[in-house]
């Protein structure tokens, strides 16, 4: 930890590294969470690169469903990635410094990975919209071309997303270098300012929060219409298969912008405490442990294709259905 005055009027502080929060000073504790993490961490990796691979092997999945379902499953890599390693490596080594680059990187990134995911979420409402309550026009409005841009759309709205908020916070002079989180995160950083610089940031932060809210009533309404669709779907189980998908997807959209909208946008404490870690968790770690199960998993064409890919199936027959199953 390196703290150099700047001027000696004021108590402003040029900070080169951050201290994180220690998850406990009991070290069979640290252990503990450096466990759990890594079993966490491990389950998220192989879910979503067993997804990036299936899906990039198998031609049959080269549809718009899966090609956005690709696309969530390397924003989830991400944001698992830019988190998960950094805590591992503190509570192993029982240090918990991060260099000021380094908070700088994971801010970015993670502003990056998780706007990524929340409009792809969003285009992934959209396309199942078109599939089940507009199938006949299908092919002619979600084709190869339109998918590509809005996933580009989404990457390059999530870039300049992120360099807005990273701007917008390590432009406020610190007078503290103790972050009351296990990662950077924005709120808990913006407590240790030393002007009302903070308070563009917040203004960024609302604005964020209320584009994030509009993409999460966007999926509900349009996950109403295709609940409305399928009902009017004689085959009891063809509705049990997409309530089935749609239903805990809603949940862990939900679970994932409330929980971030939450530690975001409430008033800053001076103090941190045990639910500010669990909101963390929730909105950075749950969702790209869940999505996996959630849209593959329990998807027949997924799981056909792994049995595929590692030589247990050889005469599958894959049939491309742009239904929600």
């Given at each position: 930890m390196q703290l150099h005055t700047e001027d000696n009027m004021n108590n402003f502080t040029s900070v080169s590294t951050f201290l994180l929060l220690e998850i406990s000073e009991v070290r069979e504790l640290q252990i503990l969470h450096f466990f759990v993490f890594l079993a966490l961490y491990f389950?998220?990796?192989?879910?979503?690169?067993?997804?990036i691979v299936v899906v990039a092997h198998d031609h049959h999945l080269h549809t718009p469903m899966y090609f956005f379902l690709m696309n969530l499953a390397m924003m989830d890599l991400g944001t698992v990635s830019v988190i998960v390693p950094k805590s591992l490596a503190n509570s192993l080594m029982d240090s918990w410094s991060i260099s000021y680059l380094g908070c700088v990187a994971q801010v970015f990134f993670i502003f990056f990975f998780e706007a990524s995911s929340v409009g792809i979420l969003t285009i992934m409402a959209h396309d199942r919209y078109v599939a089940i309550c507009n199938p006949l026009q299908y092919e002619i409005i979600m084709h190869k071309e339109a998918c590509m841009q809005m996933a580009v759309s989404a990457w390059i709205a999530s870039i300049l997303y992120a360099m807005l908020h990273t701007g917008g916070t390590f432009a406020i002079p610190f007078c503290s270098n103790i972050?009351?989180?296990?990662?950077?995160?924005?709120?808990?950083?913006?407590?240790?300012s030393c002007s009302d610089l903070y308070l563009v940031e917040v203004g960024f932060l609302v604005f964020g929060c209320s584009l994030g809210l509009g993409c999460f009533i966007f999926i509900?309404?349009?996950?109403?219409?295709i609940f409305t669709a399928v009902l009017r779907i004689p085959s009891v189980r063809s509705q049990k298969k997409v309530l089935s998908t749609c239903l805990p997807h809603l949940t862990v959209v939900s679970l994932m912008m409330f929980s971030g909208i939450f530690t975001y946008v409430r008033p800053p404490t001076k103090t941190s405490s045990d639910m500010d870690i669990v909101f963390a968790v929730?909105?950075?770690v749950i969702p790209p442990l869940l999505n996996p199960f959630i849209y593959s998993m329990r998807n027949k064409e997924i799981k056909i294709a792994l049995w595929k890919l590692f030589g247990f199936g050889h005469s599958s027959k894959l049939t491309s259905r742009n239904v929600l199953i």
């Open positions: 389950t998220t990796i192989s879910g979503n690169l067993a997804i972050v009351s989180q296990f990662f950077c995160e924005i709120p808990q950083l913006l407590k240790l509900v309404v349009t996950y109403m219409q929730i909105y950075t």
